[in-house]
């Protein structure tokens, strides 16, 4: 079986990437290997973030934001950027997504759940596409949170 790996790059690896990143591993199959990763990595995982997909029955506590490095852009078959105007190295053969999401930094459990739905569906239409084949990005975009 090949195995496509989804990278979800944010800029401190904190909010966006690991909501996405939690949403993805928790919905995808053998055939997808998730990661995540930060240009800036905070210390840790946002609470509420985590507390958002524990929500969802995700357990995500023992998560550490990363570094995005050269080794992990290797390693995608698919990279999705979360942050408005986030540019990362180009790799050959590697699709390129960028769903420019709010930061959620700061945000209480009310506020966050939005962009955790948001991001679910987007997840969800992803990896679809994944296990047909299909272009995810040819699909029709539903407005941002």
């Known amino acids: 079986m090949t195995v496509a790996t989804v990278l979800f790059v944010c800029v401190h690896n904190a909010g966006r990437s690991q909501l996405a990143a939690g949403l993805a591993a928790y919905r995808a199959g053998p055939g997808v290997r998730v990661l995540s990763a930060g240009t800036e990595p905070d210390a ?19 998560q550490v934001p990363s570094l995005l490095t050269d080794d992990l852009l290797d390693q995608a078959d698919v990279v999705v950027t979360l942050k408005p105007g986030l540019a990362v190295a180009q790799r050959p053969g590697v699709r390129y997504e960028n769903w420019p999401l709010p930061d959620p930094q700061g945000w209480d459990l009310d506020g966050i759940r939005g962009l955790r739905d948001h991001l679910d569906a987007r997840v969800a239409q992803l990896l679809a596409g994944l296990s047909t084949g299909r272009d995810p990005s040819a699909l029709d975009d539903e407005d941002t949170p």
């Open 44 to 62: 840790h995982v946002d609470a509420v973030a985590l507390a958002s997909l524990a929500e969802l029955g995700i357990d995500r506590s023992d």
